[in-house]
C-alpha cells in the first residue's frame, strides 16, 4: 500500500468525527457504485463508474488484473466518475471484485472477464477428475457455513504463497499455504496439510514453495461461512506434488484385490484391510482381525520408554497404505531392550481392530505385531487386539494401584473424586481417594482396548471437578510418573456416557505451537512477567490482562502481509471472560473460557485444548505493519482477567 492509499485510510478513521454542520450538508452515510457490474472481453479495457460517497471513500481491496483511476476520494453529495481498467486476458475467463468503502460501509463491484482459454472446468472432486480451485471453492459454498464435507475430496492448483512450511511446524509435519487456478484467480485456504502418502514431512523430502503444482485430497469446509479451506490438523494431504505420488490413503494410491477373511490362517491382505477400515468407518471395529504386508515406512520404532511401533504397509506392486498405529510387540507385550525391530521391506502381520481414522485414514486400533518375515512370539498372549487376554478387573485402592506393576493385561477398578487440571478433550485429570492420587491419562466413555487411540468421548461423560467416578484401567507410566492408561468410566460423576466416534487423541502440545511470532506489549492492568506452563510446556511468553477489579489492555504488532491471526487465550478460574481486538476503526471480539490453573499467583500451570484455540482473519493482507489493540471488557461474560498466548500472524 502506497503512502497516499495509507493517508487516505487515517482520513477515513477519522469520517466519524465530523463536525455538525458536515453531517448536516451531506446528510445521512451513504455509498453505492453504479453499475454494480461491469464486464469486459479479453483485450485490455477500460469503462467507468459512477460513485457517490457522502463520506470520505477508499478502495479497501481489488483484483491484481484490475487498475483503478484512483484509490480514493473526497466526500460529496455528487456522484464521482471512477474509471476502472483490465490487463489483457490469455488465460481463463475470471472475475473479481473492487471493494469500496467509507469504514464499514462498503460497495462492491463485480468485475468479469473472458479469457482466451475460455470457461475454467470446475472437476468432480475425484482422483481422476478433481475439482479445480473454481470448483472446490463452488462445492464448499454449497455445504454452508463450518460444515465439513460429508466425505474425501480432490481438488488441483498452483500454490500462490505458503504461510507455514513443513519444516517451521516442527513435530507437527504439515503445512499450510495458499493454491489458485491462475496467477491473480481466487485462492483456496489449504490448512494445516500433510505431506505426500498422508503422513507427516519428515526432513529430506521436498518442501512446499510457491508455483508448485499440486492435487490435495482431504475433507473442506468454509470457515465462518466466508474461508473455503481443508479441515486442519492432518484433514488433508499432498496427494500429488509437482506430478510425483507416494500413495496414500482414503483413495490415495491403488490397490489390487482384497483377499483374506482376517483370520490367523487367511489374513487380510492391505486391500482387505482398507476396505474394511473404510466400511466399520470413524468407530473402531468390534472384531480384531489378522492383516498381513509388506512394511512402506516406519514412522515410529519400537522403543523401550513406550515399547509400540507405528509403520505404514503395503501390498506388493501397490502403494496403497494401511497404517499400524502404535501396535504393541509380540504376545501383545511391550517391546523390551534386544526384540527384534520393525524395517522397510519387513512382512509383518498385525492382530487389531480396525478404524478409518478421520474418515480418511484406515488404520489399527490397539493391538500387536503377530509375526515378522515369519518369526512370532511364543504364543503365550495370542488374545485379541487391543488387550490380548485382558483378566478380570481388580478393585483396588490409589495406593495400591501405585504399587502395582505395569501391565498391560491385568485391568484395575479405581474409585476417587476427580480433581486437578481436566483436560475435557482427552479425559487427564488426577484421581484422589483416602489413600492418595494417581494421573489418568485419557478416559474414555466406552472401553476401547490396551493400546487404542483416545476417541475423545470423554466430554460425553460430562464429568466435572470434585465428581466421584469409578473407573477401570492399566498400570502404566511416564517419565517415572505412574498413570492410569486406556482406562474408561464404568459408573458415576454429573453426566452419562455417550459413544466416541472413531479419530485419535490428536498430537500434544509443544514449544511451537505455545510460542509467538509476534511483538506483545503490556499496556493498562497488564502483565507480560507471569510464568505460564501450558500443558506441560514450561514459561510460555503471555500476556495477562487484568485485575480482579480492572480490565487490562495490551499491543500487538503485525507484520506487512499478515492474512490471519491464530492465538490461545483462556480465562481466570471460574471466570469467563471477553476479549476485544481493535485495529484502526475494525473490531472483532471472542469470549474465552475459563480455566482452572489460572488462579491464585505466578507461577501458573494450565491445560489447554483446541476450543481454547482462536482465529481472525482480514478480508485482504495487511498493507503494513501494523498494531492491534487487545483489551479484557464487559462483554458477553463477566471476568476482567485473560491470559493471551501463543499469538501466530499467518501471511
Same mark, same amino acid.
Request: proline share 2%.
Given at each position: 500500500?502506497?503512502?497516499?492509499?495509507?493517508?487516505? &485510510?487515517?482520513?477515513?478513521?477519522?469520517?466519524?468525527?465530523?463536525?455538525?454542520?458536515?453531517?448536516?450538508?451531506?446528510?445521512?452515510?451513504?455509498?453505492? #457504485?453504479?453499475?454494480?457490474?461491469?464486464?469486459?472481453?479479453?483485450?485490455?479495457?477500460?469503462?467507468?463508474?459512477?460513485?457517490?460517497?457522502?463520506?470520505? @471513500?477508499?478502495?479497501?481491496?481489488?483484483?491484481? @488484473?484490475?487498475?483503478?483511476?484512483?484509490?480514493?476520494?473526497?466526500?460529496?453529495?455528487?456522484?464521482?466518475?471512477?474509471?476502472?481498467?483490465?490487463?489483457?486476458?490469455?488465460?481463463?475467463?475470471?472475475?473479481?471484485?473492487?471493494?469500496?468503502?467509507?469504514?464499514?460501509?462498503?460497495?462492491?463491484?463485480?468485475?468479469?472477464?473472458?479469457?482466451?482459454?475460455?470457461?475454467?472446468?470446475?472437476?468432480?472432486?475425484?482422483?481422476?477428475?478433481?475439482?479445480? +480451485?473454481?470448483?472446490?471453492?463452488?462445492?464448499?459454498?454449497?455445504?454452508?457455513?463450518?460444515?465439513?464435507?460429508?466425505?474425501?475430496?480432490?481438488?488441483?492448483? !498452483?500454490?500462490?504463497?505458503?504461510?507455514?512450511?513443513?519444516?517451521?511446524?516442527?513435530?507437527?509435519?504439515?503445512?499450510?499455504?495458499?493454491?489458485?487456478? %491462475?496467477?491473480?484467480?481466487?485462492?483456496?485456504?489449504?490448512?494445516?496439510?500433510?505431506?505426500?502418502?498422508?503422513?507427516?514431512?519428515?526432513?529430506?523430502?521436498?518442501? $512446499?514453495?510457491?508455483?508448485?503444482?499440486? $492435487?490435495?485430497?482431504?475433507?473442506?469446509?468454509?470457515?465462518?461461512?466466508?474461508?473455503?479451506?481443508?479441515?486442519?490438523?492432518?484433514?488433508?494431504?499432498?496427494?500429488?506434488?509437482?506430478?510425483? =505420488?507416494?500413495?496414500?490413503?482414503?483413495?490415495?494410491?491403488?490397490?489390487?484385490?482384497?483377499?483374506?477373511?482376517?483370520?490367523?490362517?487367511?489374513?487380510?491382505?492391505?486391500?482387505?484391510?482398507?476396505?474394511?477400515?473404510?466400511?466399520?468407518?470413524?468407530?473402531?471395529?468390534?472384531?480384531?482381525?489378522?492383516?498381513?504386508?509388506?512394511?512402506?515406512?516406519?514412522?515410529?520404532?519400537?522403543?523401550?520408554?513406550?515399547?509400540?511401533?507405528?509403520?505404514?504397509?503395503?501390498?506388493?506392486?501397490?502403494?496403497?497404505?494401511?497404517?499400524?498405529?502404535?501396535? /504393541?510387540?509380540?504376545?501383545?507385550?511391550? @517391546?523390551?531392550?534386544?526384540?527384534?525391530?520393525?524395517?522397510?521391506?519387513?512382512?509383518? #502381520?498385525?492382530?487389531?481392530?480396525?478404524?478409518?481414522?478421520?474418515?480418511?485414514?484406515?488404520?489399527?486400533?490397539?493391538?500387536?505385531?503377530?509375526?515378522?518375515?515369519?518369526?512370532?512370539?511364543?504364543?503365550?498372549?495370542?488374545?485379541?487386539?487391543?488387550?490380548?487376554?485382558?483378566?478380570?478387573?481388580?478393585?483396588?485402592? +490409589?495406593?495400591?494401584? $501405585?504399587?502395582?506393576?505395569?501391565?498391560?493385561?491385568?485391568?484395575?477398578?479405581?474409585?476417587?473424586?476427580?480433581?486437578?487440571?481436566?483436560?475435557?478433550?482427552?479425559?487427564?485429570?488426577?484421581?484422589?481417594?483416602?489413600?492418595? =492420587?494417581?494421573?489418568?491419562?485419557?478416559?474414555?466413555?466406552?472401553?476401547?482396548?490396551?493400546?487404542?487411540?483416545?476417541?475423545?468421548?470423554?466430554?460425553?461423560?460430562?464429568?466435572?471437578?470434585?465428581?466421584?467416578?469409578?473407573?477401570?484401567?492399566?498400570?502404566?507410566?511416564?517419565?517415572?510418573?505412574?498413570?492410569?492408561?486406556?482406562?474408561?468410566?464404568?459408573?458415576?460423576?454429573?453426566?452419562?456416557?455417550?459413544?466416541?466416534?472413531?479419530?485419535?487423541?490428536?498430537?500434544?502440545?509443544? %514449544?511451537?505451537?505455545?510460542?509467538?511470532?509476534?511483538?506483545?506489549?503490556?499496556?493498562?492492568?497488564?502483565?507480560?512477567?507471569?510464568?505460564?506452563?501450558?500443558?506441560?510446556?514450561?514459561?510460555?511468553?503471555?500476556?495477562?490482562?487484568?485485575?480482579?477489579?480492572?480490565?487490562?489492555?495490551?499491543?500487538?504488532? /503485525?507484520?506487512?502481509?499478515?492474512?490471519?491471526? &491464530?492465538?490461545?487465550?483462556?480465562?481466570?478460574?471460574?471466570?469467563?471472560?471477553? /476479549?476485544?481486538?481493535?485495529?484502526?476503526?475494525?473490531?472483532?471480539?471472542?469470549?474465552?473460557?475459563?480455566?482452572?490453573?489460572?488462579?491464585?499467583?505466578?507461577?501458573?500451570?494450565?491445560? +489447554? =485444548?483446541?476450543?481454547? !484455540?482462536?482465529? $481472525?482473519?482480514?478480508?485482504?493482507?495487511?498493507?503494513?505493519?501494523?498494531?492491534?489493540?487487545?483489551?479484557?471488557?464487559?462483554?458477553?461474560?463477566?471476568?476482567?482477567?485473560?491470559?493471551?498466548?501463543?499469538?501466530?500472524?499467518?501471511?
Amino acid at each position: 500500500m502506497n503512502l497516499k492509499r495509507i493517508l487516505l &485510510t487515517l482520513m477515513a478513521a477519522a469520517v466519524a468525527f465530523v463536525s455538525c454542520n458536515q453531517e448536516e450538508e451531506l446528510g445521512m452515510a451513504n455509498l453505492t #457504485v453504479t453499475p454494480g457490474e461491469l464486464s469486459f472481453d479479453q483485450s485490455e479495457g477500460t469503462s467507468e463508474v459512477e460513485l457517490l460517497a457522502t463520506r470520505d @471513500w477508499l478502495i479497501a481491496s481489488q483484483p491484481d @488484473w484490475v487498475a483503478v483511476s484512483v484509490t480514493g476520494g473526497n466526500a460529496s453529495t455528487k456522484p464521482q466518475k471512477v474509471s476502472v481498467s483490465v490487463n489483457a486476458n490469455s488465460g481463463h475467463n475470471r472475475t473479481g471484485t473492487v471493494m469500496f468503502t467509507i469504514g464499514i460501509m462498503k460497495a462492491a463491484l463485480t468485475i468479469s472477464q473472458t479469457g482466451a482459454q475460455g470457461e475454467i472446468k470446475l472437476g468432480t472432486g475425484t482422483k481422476e477428475d478433481p475439482y479445480t +480451485v473454481a470448483g472446490v471453492i463452488k462445492y464448499v459454498q454449497g455445504l454452508g457455513a463450518d460444515v465439513e464435507s460429508p466425505d474425501v475430496v480432490y481438488f488441483k492448483g !498452483k500454490v500462490t504463497s505458503v504461510a507455514t512450511t513443513f519444516a517451521a511446524s516442527g513435530t507437527y509435519g504439515n503445512a499450510t499455504f495458499y493454491i489458485a487456478d %491462475e496467477p491473480g484467480g481466487d485462492t483456496f485456504y489449504c490448512f494445516q496439510s500433510y505431506y505426500l502418502g498422508n503422513r507427516k514431512w519428515k526432513s529430506g523430502d521436498t518442501e $512446499i514453495k510457491a508455483d508448485d503444482e499440486v $492435487i490435495m485430497c482431504g475433507k473442506v469446509v468454509n470457515y465462518k461461512g466466508n474461508t473455503p479451506e481443508t479441515v486442519g490438523k492432518g484433514g488433508s494431504f499432498i496427494y500429488s506434488l509437482n506430478g510425483v =505420488t507416494e500413495g496414500g490413503s482414503g483413495g490415495g494410491g491403488e490397490t489390487g484385490a482384497a483377499k483374506g477373511s482376517g483370520t490367523e490362517a487367511d489374513p487380510f491382505n492391505v486391500a482387505a484391510a482398507i476396505a474394511k477400515a473404510e466400511s466399520v468407518g470413524q468407530t473402531a471395529s468390534t472384531d480384531s482381525y489378522y492383516i498381513k504386508g509388506k512394511v512402506k515406512e516406519v514412522t515410529d520404532q519400537f522403543a523401550a520408554q513406550y515399547g509400540n511401533a507405528t509403520f505404514t504397509m503395503v501390498d506388493e506392486g501397490y502403494d496403497a497404505v494401511f497404517t499400524a498405529y502404535r501396535v /504393541l510387540y509380540f504376545d501383545n507385550q511391550k @517391546w523390551k531392550e534386544g526384540g527384534k525391530t520393525i524395517n522397510a521391506n519387513d512382512e509383518v #502381520v498385525v492382530y487389531a481392530k480396525v478404524v478409518n481414522f478421520k474418515g480418511n485414514t484406515p488404520e489399527t486400533s490397539g493391538g500387536y505385531v503377530y509375526s515378522i518375515n515369519g518369526e512370532k512370539g511364543s504364543g503365550t498372549n495370542p488374545g485379541g487386539g487391543g488387550g490380548g487376554n485382558v483378566k478380570e478387573a481388580k478393585a483396588v485402592t +490409589v495406593a495400591e494401584f $501405585i504399587a502395582a506393576p505395569e501391565s498391560n493385561d491385568q485391568p484395575y477398578k479405581l474409585t476417587g473424586k476427580v480433581g486437578g487440571s481436566i483436560n475435557t478433550t482427552y479425559g487427564n485429570f488426577d484421581l484422589t481417594d483416602a489413600t492418595g =492420587t494417581v494421573y489418568v491419562y485419557g478416559l474414555t466413555a466406552t472401553n476401547l482396548g490396551y493400546g487404542a487411540k483416545n476417541d475423545q468421548s470423554f466430554s460425553s461423560l460430562g464429568i466435572v471437578d470434585g465428581d466421584e467416578i469409578t473407573l477401570i484401567g492399566f498400570r502404566g507410566s511416564y517419565q517415572d510418573k505412574v498413570e492410569v492408561m486406556y482406562a474408561y468410566w464404568v459408573s458415576g460423576g454429573s453426566g452419562t456416557p455417550g459413544g466416541g466416534s472413531g479419530g485419535g487423541g490428536g498430537q500434544g502440545g509443544d %514449544e511451537g505451537e505455545y510460542s509467538s511470532n509476534v511483538t506483545m506489549t503490556k499496556g493498562t492492568s497488564c502483565y507480560d512477567d507471569n510464568v505460564l506452563n501450558v500443558n506441560g510446556v514450561s514459561n510460555v511468553k503471555n500476556l495477562k490482562f487484568g485485575t480482579s477489579s480492572k480490565y487490562g489492555s495490551g499491543t500487538v504488532v /503485525l507484520p506487512a502481509g499478515t492474512k490471519e491471526v &491464530t492465538f490461545y487465550a483462556i480465562g481466570w478460574k471460574g471466570a469467563d471472560a471477553s /476479549l476485544k481486538f481493535t485495529l484502526g476503526d475494525a473490531t472483532k471480539s471472542v469470549d474465552v473460557k475459563a480455566n482452572d490453573g489460572a488462579s491464585n499467583s505466578s507461577p501458573y500451570n494450565v491445560t +489447554v =485444548t483446541e476450543s481454547d !484455540k482462536y482465529s $481472525i482473519k482480514f478480508d485482504s493482507p495487511l498493507a503494513s505493519e501494523s498494531s492491534v489493540q487487545v483489551e479484557t471488557y464487559a462483554g458477553n461474560k463477566k471476568g476482567y482477567r485473560a491470559f493471551l498466548f501463543g499469538v501466530k500472524a499467518v501471511k
